[in-house]
């Protein structure tokens, strides 16, 4: 989902960056130094996850495990995807230095947001059933918020974004589906193994 260099207005990357300096020194404030293996790791996946690209005009489509990645480190979500997407913009030029704040605010902020939105399902419905749907959703709802945003941020640049944007929010529906799926399975083993780690970190 990464937007390429040349396509978004200068208003739209200033206001990126904006949004993703408040955001990354929120996660740093937030996070728990205790975890930042835990961190480090998850950086890690999230960065092997998105390299491989489907072309879709403008952009492309692939795995973001942004919204696991809000599920187990709340705020802390923003200093990972930053990182990752630093580096991949320097060694494989995918997305750019140029836009990295707005890529790292669509992919981190709707990951966040989708880690609060399992932690209130999570409260509500203390289950392992309850922690199963909590966790697809979370997976989901963090591919569908980065969709949504990035085509905020084509239509906000020029008219023109409209039908890429529409074009990339359908092309990730599937991508939502896989999402769920693999944060679901993957909650569901660290529950066995570290359950520790799913202490809810996003509020």
Sequence with gaps: MHIAEGVLSPAVLATGYALTAAGTALGLKKLDYDRLMTVAILAAAFFVGSLIHVPIGLTSAHLILNGMLGVLLGWAAFPAILAALALQALLFQFGGLVVLGVNTFTMAFSGVMAGYVYCGMRRVWPTPTGQKVAAFCG????????????????AFSEEGFVTAARLLFLAHLPVMLAEGLITMITVGFIARVRPEMLRLTAA
Excluded: E, F, I
């Design 139 to 154: 997976g989901a709802l963090g591919v569908m918020g980065a969709g949504l945003l990035t085509a905020v941020a084509l």
